[in-house]
């Protein structure tokens, strides 16, 4: 069951001692949702909320996050919910390079068990680990790229539609591509 593999994951990853973020976190933030989805979104990395709860995307940007989601029928029943790094960067600055790359084989192995069909990156953090290290979400999001074989998209992020709401509409735009992409290649998300 990828449930089982999932939570097994998580414990070994609690004993992760890559990088010196583990020396700051309250709690290991490791993923939501369900293992067995086709859908999977990646987000940057946890913030103040999350760091305290241990679950990703529950602050202020998780909330507006649940409602996209809402607006496109999609739930933790039928997508998996993971971030570039699994603890918090101290005052929520970006995660750093040595970061990313120590906490990339946990983001691997979560790839891997899920095997999405449609992978979601959050922001630009997300997509530059993802899609292509030089990726300009202004640019590029809400457009289709082939990684590994997985259809790709990037949005921008919700903490990003926080600040700026002259970045809705595009989102919108973006969010209805997603729901179509979904209808066409996933048979049991909807
Ligand atoms: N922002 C992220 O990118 N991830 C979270 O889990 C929370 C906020």
Redesign the pocket.
């Known amino acids: 069951m990828k449930s089982d593999e999932m939570q097994s994951l998580e414990r070994e990853c609690m004993g992760c001692r890559g990088c010196e973020l583990c020396k700051t976190r309250t709690n290991l ?1 490791f993923g939501r949702g369900n293992p067995d989805s086709e859908v999977m979104f990646v ?5 103040e ?2 760091d305290l709860s241990g ?5 202020r ?2 909330k507006l ?1 649940d409602d996209m989601m809402e607006m496109i029928d999609l739930s933790d029943k039928n997508v998996y ?1 993971a ?2 790094v699994k603890c918090r960067p101290p005052k929520n600055r970006d995660p750093l390079p040595e970061e990313k790359l120590a906490c990339r084989s946990w983001l691997n192995r979560q790839l891997e068990i899920v095997n999405p069909k449609i992978i979601i990156c ?2 630009r ?2 997509a530059t680990e993802i899609i292509r290290e030089d990726f300009k979400i202004t640019r590029e999001r809400g457009r289709w790229f082939t990684v590994n074989g997985v259809q790709t998209i990037a949005i921008y ?3 990003a539609l926080l600040r700026d709401v002259t970045k809705r509409p595009d989102t919108f735009t973006d969010l209805r591509e997603i729901r179509s992409e979904i209808r066409r290649l996933c048979k049991n998300t909807y």
Not at 43 to 47: A, L, N, W
Not at 55 to 59: A, D, K, L, N, T
């Open positions: 933030v987000g940057e990395g946890p913030g909320q999350e679950i990703p995307f529950v602050g940007a998780g996050l919910i971030n570039t959050l922001g953090i997300a992020h919700p903490a």
